[in-house]
């Protein structure tokens, strides 16, 4: 088994990729080892010291280590652990651990305006983070103000409030008159 690493904006994060899906469907963020009872691989993950969160999409996984941990040091056992994992045959996720499908439930008067909103996010936005090593899901829209969770390399990276504000906030507001702005929040 051959795993390539690329790097993402975030220097915090890196992207492992093992050559095989590791979520069929959907993603899975463990912003920290309390999270990853639900997964056998984010739990040998997250054994080596100085790993912070793990993400996972649908070919790869995303590390982010600690502001003290040197990519040097724990990328070595961070590969083998990913390695161990699937070559034991064991499941990315338990039996009832699920993936996420990216977006909460909206319905209401604005319903209409949230399915565009959604539609712009699969389409446009997605694809595009998920090459960087992340996702970002939609919250809620109120007044106006979309609300959107950046996960995996997302979360953190200096760069993530340029890419919402001159990238989706621009994109959305362009398609979509009834956007004025858009906000990141934390889970």
Same mark, same amino acid.
């Given at each position: ?45 997250? #054994?080596? !010291? %100085?790993?912070?969160?793990? +993400?996972? $999409?649908? @070919?790869?996984?995303? *590390? ?65 983070? #998920?090459? !960087? %090593?992340?996702?970002?899901? +939609?919250? $809620?829209? @109120?007044?106006?103000? *979309? ?41």
């Amino acid at each position: 088994m051959f795993i390539q690493t690329e790097s993402t904006p975030n220097p915090a994060t890196l992207k492992f990729l093992p050559g095989q899906t590791v979520l069929p469907a959907g993603t899975a963020d463990f912003p920290s080892p309390e999270n990853a009872d639900a997964s056998p691989l984010a739990t040998r993950i997250f #054994a080596v !010291d %100085g790993v912070n969160g793990v +993400f996972f $999409g649908n @070919d790869f996984v995303t *590390v982010t280590k600690s502001d003290a941990a040197e990519w040097d040091h724990i990328k070595p056992a961070i590969l083998g652990a990913i390695m161990e994992h699937f070559q034991s045959g064991l499941p990315v996720m338990k039996e009832g651990g699920t993936a996420q499908s990216g977006h909460s439930e909206h319905t209401g008067e604005d319903g209409e305006i949230v399915n565009q909103i959604k539609e712009l996010l699969d389409t446009r936005v997605r694809p595009a983070v #998920a090459q !960087d %090593g992340g996702d970002i899901t +939609f919250h $809620g829209f @109120d007044r106006g103000i *979309v609300y959107l969770h950046m996960q995996g390399a997302c979360a953190g990276c200096p760069s993530s409030t340029i890419t919402l504000k001159m990238g989706i906030e621009n994109l959305l507001r362009h398609y979509i008159p009834e956007v004025t702005e858009v906000r990141p929040i934390g889970v």
